[in-house]
């Protein structure tokens, strides 16, 4: 199994059984530590993976770091482990600070089971760092994501390779944070840049900054939209159509309708069926077909066999479409990642069109 499946798996699990982990300890033994092994590290050899860590720092005795990776005897990676969903603030890593403080280590990672955290020492040597570089949420991650957590893989561990992307992705994400904000609620300085070029010379009135707060905003959303509708039409294109099948599967946007955006979220709840579905099934099999109303995923692009609707036309009321027979029950979702909840019921659904065609 890949590296990606792996950590997909993982992914379908956590999601479904999240609710029911109370305990730190429960959050190590049902997520961190197989989410360690996934990374290709043995949890039942000390001499790789070694639990509660000890050693004396300064006037603390007894000290102990959640678990450590050795290489050569000698720590490489360590992780502070919280109870599942617990908070992650700076202010709960005072252990991994001090650990990694007097050990070789140059990664520190603080983690709740569901999302992952990794430090190491890019503003001052042998200090860690109060932000992390790197932030990997186990059920909402990208490509992208999975190619920089790979780097810490047993397979590919290079602490140098690692270092020397870890400063760029540190201020690529702040950057990506500070224009997400912008994107929402952009500043009063901000908007007035943009409507200086039509308002020189004119007072930065409250009703001129009103009026272009909002028409930087739209022009954000619409910025957003023609860039996914590209990167659709480029992806539907026939030279991308006559890629391998390990490519990504088929996105199918219904003709003559003009009116039809497809969304970040629909894109991201298509992804997360396939996600679902990818255990029982070619994911190529699961298509998204987008209409004004609500997007619709299908199985084999057939309009009979549809999988399930992602009604998202109201960003602030999500609701999951599910398909029983010619009947659909609307889910209400708070986030796109509810739909791992349904896992059971869309397989379900791809378990009777599969029977049917036996």
Request: with cysteine; glycine share 4%; proline share 4%.
């Amino acid at each position: 199994m890949d590296f990606i499946d792996q950590i997909r798996a993982l992914a379908s699990r956590i999601a479904n059984t999240k609710d029911m982990i109370q305990t730190e300890e429960a959050t190590k033994n049902a997520m961190v530590m197989p989410f360690i092994q996934a990374l290709g590290y043995n949890v039942f050899d000390p001499l790789e993976v070694t639990p509660e860590l000890v050693s004396d720092v300064g006037t603390k005795k007894g000290e102990k770091v959640d678990y450590a990776i050795l290489k050569d005897g000698k720590p490489i990676i360590l992780f502070e482990c919280k109870k599942c969903g617990g908070d992650l603030s700076i202010n709960h890593a005072s252990q991994l600070f001090r650990y990694f403080h007097v050990t070789e280590a140059r990664f520190g990672v603080l983690t709740n089971g569901l999302t992952y955290r990794f430090f190491t020492d890019l503003e001052q040597p042998n200090k860690m760092d109060e932000k992390p570089f790197l932030e990997f949420n186990i059920l909402d991650f990208k490509d992208q994501d999975i190619d920089e957590l790979k780097k810490f893989a047993k397979s590919s561990f290079d602490i140098e390779i690692i270092l020397t992307t870890a400063n760029e992705l540190k201020y690529t994400r702040v950057i990506q944070n500070i224009i997400g904000e912008l994107m929402m609620n952009p500043t009063d300085d901000f908007v007035r840049l943009i409507s200086n070029e039509y308002t020189s010379g004119k007072r930065f009135t409250p009703a001129i900054k009103e009026q272009f707060a909002q028409i930087t905003k739209k022009a954000f959303q619409q910025l957003v939209n023609d860039r996914i509708n590209e990167r659709l039409k480029v992806a539907m294109s026939p030279a991308a159509e006559s890629n391998t099948e390990n490519a990504a599967a088929p996105i199918a946007i219904e003709p003559d309708e003009s009116q039809i955006v497809t969304t970040e979220q629909e894109i991201e709840g298509f992804h997360i069926v396939r996600a679902i579905l990818r255990d029982v099934i070619n994911p190529r099999r699961v298509v998204m077909r987008d209409a004004q109303s609500y997007c619709a995923i299908l199985f084999d692009d057939n309009n009979r066999k549809p999988i399930c609707r992602l009604w998202f036309n109201n960003p602030s009321r999500l609701m999951l479409g599910l398909i029983n027979g010619k009947e659909q029950e609307k889910m209400p979702l708070s986030d796109v990642d509810d739909i791992y909840n349904y896992a059971e019921q869309l397989k379900v659904t791809i378990a009777a069109y599969i029977n049917s065609e036996s």
